[in-house]
């Protein structure tokens, strides 16, 4: 079964405007850590922001938040005053554990955004 | 200072080759882990190591075959190498203890089998 779920295959935002990326997720842990890496077309995984199960606070970074609803178990990634280099594949992700195999930390299949000038 | 370097950064080569990719992290990290990511861009884990020992083994072929030598470097050899193999791989690390640790990752290589 699927652990994260990113519905959004493509993305288009128009540039200095805000989107979200949507992205649900599974486990039965209480303890788990949320993610979002960010892969421009030059292929590396830059990490965005990440989210701990038991903070209440949204986090922020930048023109990035994440909208956490912890019951219905989303992470949505909203990144404000889109610029043309967010044009990007974007991953959500999920580490938990430790369990017999130690943590680990597994992605969603991901999100491209293409921001319009 | 790069943070997880991975060499070679492009890798083409025939079908039923043998070849390595070497993985090096200066973050101090414990735990080092091989990521594939296929064609349609979908990330799966393949290895995890902590500490030199072998963790997570996600039903990968046996053609494929991690080492660590120190808890700095996490190597992948792969024999006979298949058509399928081609993908790009990548190498992270992250804090064993931390739950809420990010992965940091290598800047990938890109195997392409002929």
């Known amino acids: 079964a699927q652990k994260i779920t990113q519905t959004q295959p493509g993305m288009f935002v128009q540039e200095k405007e805000a989107v979200t990326l949507d992205c649900t997720y599974d486990t039965s842990d209480q303890s788990y850590g949320l993610f979002w890496y960010k892969q421009p077309s030059s292929g590396e995984m830059i990490f965005l922001i990440y989210?701990?199960?038991?903070?209440?606070q949204n986090a922020t970074e930048g023109r990035y938040s994440l909208n956490f609803q912890k019951a219905r178990k989303s992470a949505n990634l909203v990144i404000s005053a889109s610029q043309l280099g967010d044009s990007a594949m974007y991953f959500c992700?999920?580490?938990?554990?430790?369990?017999?195999?130690?943590?680990?930390?597994?992605f969603g299949a991901g999100t491209r955004l293409f921001v319009k000038a | 200072d790069t943070a997880v370097s991975q060499t070679p950064k492009y890798l083409v080569t025939q079908m039923g080759n043998d070849k390595s990719i070497k993985c090096e992290q200066n973050l101090g990290h414990d735990t080092m882990y091989w990521y594939k990511q296929d064609s349609k861009k979908f990330l799966k884990i393949m290895f995890s190591y902590n500490n030199k020992e072998l963790i997570i083994n996600e039903t990968v072929p046996n053609r494929f075959s991690p080492k660590s030598p120190d808890k700095a470097h996490l190597n992948l050899h792969i024999n006979s190498l298949e058509l399928g193999d081609s993908a790009v791989y990548f190498c992270?690390?992250?804090?064993?203890?931390?739950?809420?640790?990010?992965?940091?990752f290598g800047q990938g290589t890109r195997l392409t089998v002929v």
């Open positions: 989210q701990g199960s038991y903070d209440e």
């Open positions: 992270a690390s992250s804090l064993t203890t931390g739950i809420f640790a990010e992965a940091f």
């Open positions: 992700a999920m580490r938990e554990g430790p369990g017999t195999g130690g943590f680990k930390t597994i």
